[in-house]
């Protein structure tokens, strides 16, 4: 059975930083892309950043250019976001999914129950 | 603010058909790129309903067909039932700049 779990969630500053993890069951970490997509309260989805099976290529939304960092550690089974210099706006849910499609064909297929990152003084 | 833009809200009876709308541009769905559908009950995280414009992942009824034209695309819930009434979203890939995954706008199904 496919599982994605996130942690990592919690009450951060303005300004300040988190790291988000995934960890990834059920079929072999090393085989697919994955993504992390928010959703702020009682708004829509917004999709944030997506990596390749190998880390050789990532892509960012631009709202998170140069604040954010996907990786993923395929030995642990793991899917990371570092997340710095957070702005109130990053507040949400946060999920990762598995995507079986390249980027900009692909969709997500399996994901997580998400974790709530809020960013107020 | 998304790029696709999907109606606010739709309705209906039990056992009724509606029709969700998602619509584009030429930098996106009419470029052409895929579209694929999510469903979202309160409360929990999406579920793939449909990818690939028209393919349902195994486990989802043949109730929900997606189909895509131009610069729009549209998901059918047929025999509509309670369990339908859920938020859904359409997504796709924009190419404008350095290129993003885009969602729709998302629509409220009421039963």
């Known amino acids: 059975e496919v599982q994605l779990v996130e942690s990592g969630g919690n009450l951060v500053q303005p300004g300040g930083s988190l790291r988000l993890s995934c960890l990834i069951s059920?079929?072999?970490?090393?085989?697919?892309?994955m993504v992390w997509v928010r959703q702020a309260p009682g708004k829509g989805l917004d999709w944030i950043s997506y990596i390749d099976a190998h880390s050789i290529t990532m892509y960012y939304a631009d709202s998170v250019k140069g604040r954010f960092t996907i990786s993923r550690d395929n030995a642990k089974n793991s899917l990371y976001l570092e997340m710095t210099s957070l702005r109130p706006e990053d507040t949400g849910v946060y999920y990762c999914?598995?995507?079986?499609?390249?980027?900009?064909?692909?969709?997500?297929?399996?994901w997580g129950q998400g974790t709530l990152v809020t960013v107020s003084s | 603010q998304s790029v696709l833009t999907q109606p606010p809200s739709v309705s209906g009876a039990p056992g009724q058909t509606v029709t969700l709308s998602c619509t584009g541009s030429?930098?996106?769905?009419?470029?052409?790129?895929?579209v694929h559908w999510y469903q979202q009950r309160p409360g929990t995280a999406p579920k793939l309903l449909i990818y690939g414009n028209v393919n349902r992942p195994s486990g989802v009824p043949d109730r929900f067909s997606g189909s895509k034209s131009g610069t729009s695309a549209s998901l059918a819930i047929s025999g509509l039932q309670a369990d339908d009434e859920a938020d859904y979203y359409c997504?796709?890939?924009?190419?404008?700049?350095?290129?993003?995954?885009?969602f729709g706008t998302g629509t409220r199904v009421t039963v």
């Open positions: 059920g079929f072999p970490s090393n085989a697919y892309s």
């Open positions: 997504q796709s890939y924009d190419n404008r700049l350095s290129g993003s995954r885009v």
């Open positions: 999914a598995r995507d079986p499609g390249g980027f900009s064909s692909g969709w997500s297929d399996y």
């Open positions: 030429t930098s996106n769905i009419g470029a052409p790129y895929d």
